[in-house]
């Protein structure tokens, strides 16, 4: 159950410390919509609902965090980037805007407090914190500035501007650095204590370190530093599987990195684990979704003693869990982590 001291054994992991004991995270929204009786198009549209799920999920599986990743469309939609998704399929973007600096011109900064769903996330985000003040880390959810322009523009446009347009993708990351700071900093002032902040698409699995810290580096380390100066953590999440890349993402000044599930613990470890937090990084697919409670066990046992040797670490999935994840295996993973991880037992 949520437990008093989870924000200060954050705090301990992020200053590189040794936490009384490593929080327990879980990247687990669908499963979660599932096993709270929900609908993902319904949970991503009602406040209400969203904080029902999350309390409801919280209790019973034993997360040390709220996790409201919800989509990657929310902050889009305003702007009028086009959404698809429907039954328990996540809303992802389409129809996207031309590559065009009369696109750009034509933006105007959306307004968390009435436009589309972004109203729903910041109910969602004072309900979950009134119920658990802070015994748990409630987390909302941003988007990097790079990763946002390719959310505006769609992947291959965006990545040919490195290249065509360099100018007009720098003025893009501009205008997403304000606007990214601006929903981030709505969403801990509704009482958010940290920020997933995602940038998949400025990962080693697209473009180079050199291109990272040329169109990238700088808007994300613009907004990690205002939400740090917010008083709110940063876990940055690009799914990342190259030592070189986690290097360049930790220095901009993020709370945490995030380690996908393609690449050793051990290695992220050694690359960064003297710099910066790392979170991670059990495979969901692989190990829960796939393994028996018995691998569930073995994997997190590893991970767990991987990461938590001398401190800077908190546990959790290296991506989304599946929602058809067998609910035997995550209160293993859960039970293990905790086991392990200097903690209570939980699951």
């Known amino acids: 159950m949520a437990y008093k001291g989870v924000l200060d054994d954050i705090r301990a992991a992020v200053s590189l410390q040794v936490p009384k004991q490593v929080p327990v995270f879980a990247c687990s929204e669908e499963f979660d919509v599932r096993m709270a009786g929900s609908v993902y198009d319904r949970y991503n549209r009602d406040a209400a609902e969203m904080a029902r799920v999350q309390i409801d999920v919280i209790k019973r599986f034993d997360y040390d965090w709220a996790w409201l990743q919800v989509d990657d469309c929310i902050e889009f939609e305003p702007l009028g980037v086009g959404v698809k998704g429907e039954g328990n399929i996540l809303p992802a973007t389409c129809d996207y805007l031309p590559a065009t600096c009369a696109s750009l011109d034509r933006l105007r900064l959306p307004d968390p407090r009435k436009d589309g769903r972004m109203p729903v996330l910041l109910e969602a985000i004072r309900r979950i914190k009134a119920e658990f003040g802070d015994t748990v880390c409630v987390t909302g959810r941003t988007a990097a500035p790079f990763s946002s322009a390719t959310l505006l523009f769609g992947i291959s446009e965006t990545m040919m501007l490195m290249y065509d347009e360099p100018d007009l993708l720098a003025d893009t990351v501009r205008f997403f650095t304000e606007l990214q700071t601006m929903w981030g900093l709505a969403q801990i002032e509704a009482g958010a204590d940290a920020l997933w902040f995602g940038d998949c698409n400025a990962s080693g699995h697209l473009i180079s370190v050199d291109q990272y810290e040329e169109f990238a580096a700088g808007g994300a380390k613009a ?21 070189a890349h986690l290097k360049a993402q930790a220095a901009t000044g993020v709370s945490a990195v995030s380690v996908g599930p ?7 470890k050694a690359a960064i684990g003297d710099r910066c937090c790392i979170l991670g990084n059990v495979d969901p697919i692989v190990t829960l979704l796939q393994g028996s409670v018995a691998d569930v066990e073995a994997a997190s046992k590893r991970i767990m003693e991987i990461g938590a040797k001398g401190g800077g670490y908190l546990f959790n999935s290296g991506e989304m869990i599946p929602r058809d994840v067998p609910e035997a295996n995550m209160k293993a993973m859960i039970r293990t982590a905790r086991r392990y991880g200097g903690g209570r037992t939980g699951g």
Not at 226 to 237: D, P
């Open 223 to 243: 907004c990690a530093t205002e939400y740090t100066k917010a008083g709110a953590f940063s876990f940055m999440h690009n799914s990342e599987h190259d030592p």
């Open 262 to 268: 393609g690449l050793d613990l051990a290695v992220a």
